[in-house]
């Protein structure tokens, strides 16, 4: 190990299982041709279990760890870098009312949009008020189908008025 001193991290990487699949590749490669590498790895690993028979892990009461979580927040908090964690909504930039407000404003305006829409509205047509629109539509088209007749009655007409005004009779 003391020829691969550039691989002592790797070394304890693999005995507490930390290396990603391409690292393993490597390592194992590396293994395979260094016996120095390989051979402190198995005394690293017969050292690592025999402490873990003698010395079995200790556990923490839920008293300590709450403990321990406050101590490491509190020092996250002290730290000058870590500051804008103290003041809520990102630094204190935005407050609480201004959020509301922001918030309320916008359901404001999406329920306005939602009930009056994005579009103009068009007129809806009832039915009573179609059946007499599609009635006089029907009128009209009579009107236009008997014009022929219509205009031979004016004809006919002003003949009479004609007739009338000279006082003969056919």
């Known amino acids: 190990m003391k020829q691969c001193s550039d691989k002592k991290e ?3 990487l693999d005995v507490y299982g930390e290396l990603t699949q391409e ?13 120095n590498c390989s ?21 923490l009461s839920h008293e300590d760890a709450g403990a ?23 630094g204190g930039y935005i407050k609480p009312i201004h959020a ?38 029907a009128k009209d088209l009579d009107l236009l189908e008997n014009l022929e007749l219509l205009e031979e009655m004016d004809t006919l007409e002003k003949l009479g008025h004609v007739m009338n005004r000279r006082n003969t009779t056919i």
């Open 68 to 90: 321990l979580k406050n101590a490491i927040t509190g020092k996250i908090r002290e730290n000058p870098d870590h500051k804008w964690l103290n003041k809520p909504f990102l």
């Open 10 to 12: 790797m070394l304890w």
């Open 23 to 35: 690292e393993r590749l490597k390592w194992e490669k590396h293994l395979e041709t260094c016996r």
């Open 100 to 137: 509301l407000a922001a918030c309320c404003l916008l359901l404001v305006a999406f329920g306005w949009f939602g009930l009056k829409g994005l579009l103009p509205t068009t007129a809806v047509q009832t039915l009573s008020e179609r059946q007499k629109e599609e009635q006089m539509i």
């Open 39 to 59: 051979l402190e790895r198995e005394n690293l690993l017969e050292l690592l279990k025999k402490v873990k028979e003698v010395m079995p892990a200790v556990s």
